[in-house]
């Protein structure tokens, strides 16, 4: 009976630790999708700064689609502050993968401008 009783209390302190050193090594999913989201819209930013420079300097002072994109941004930043307590983590991986597009988009329109301004098609 003994032998039992201290069986099950190496176990029970095994699976405690077990939860704990698991819970240190690694972060939730939704901090960490929360995490990315907001990577992922600072890499954006970033790259909106960059670009609203490089279309200025091509295009003068004509209307910047940079200045849309960056009122999107504004939004999803807003829509994160305010939901992302309660968001899903499909709702959190589905922003991060419309700013992930946005991002791509953003790198092919600024290879186009590269190319005319080098004279390339």
Do not use: C, F, Y
């Not at 930013?45 to 003068?60: D, H, N």
């Amino acid at each position: 009976m003994k032998t039992t009783l201290l069986l099950l209390l190496l176990a029970l302190i095994a699976s405690l630790a077990w939860l704990a050193w698991r819970r240190l090594r690694g972060e939730h999913p939704r901090a960490r999708a929360i995490r990315e989201v907001l990577d992922a819209a600072d890499a954006l930013e970033a790259r909106l700064r960059v670009a609203r420079g490089e279309i200025e300097a091509v295009a003068g002072d004509h209307q910047n689609p940079v200045q849309g994109a960056m009122r999107d941004l504004l939004r999803q930043r807003l829509w994160l502050r305010d939901h992302a307590a309660d968001a899903s983590l499909d709702q959190l991986r589905s922003v991060r993968g419309s700013l992930d597009a946005a991002r791509g988009s953003l790198e092919q329109q600024l290879s186009r401008i590269d190319r005319a301004r080098a004279g390339k098609p």
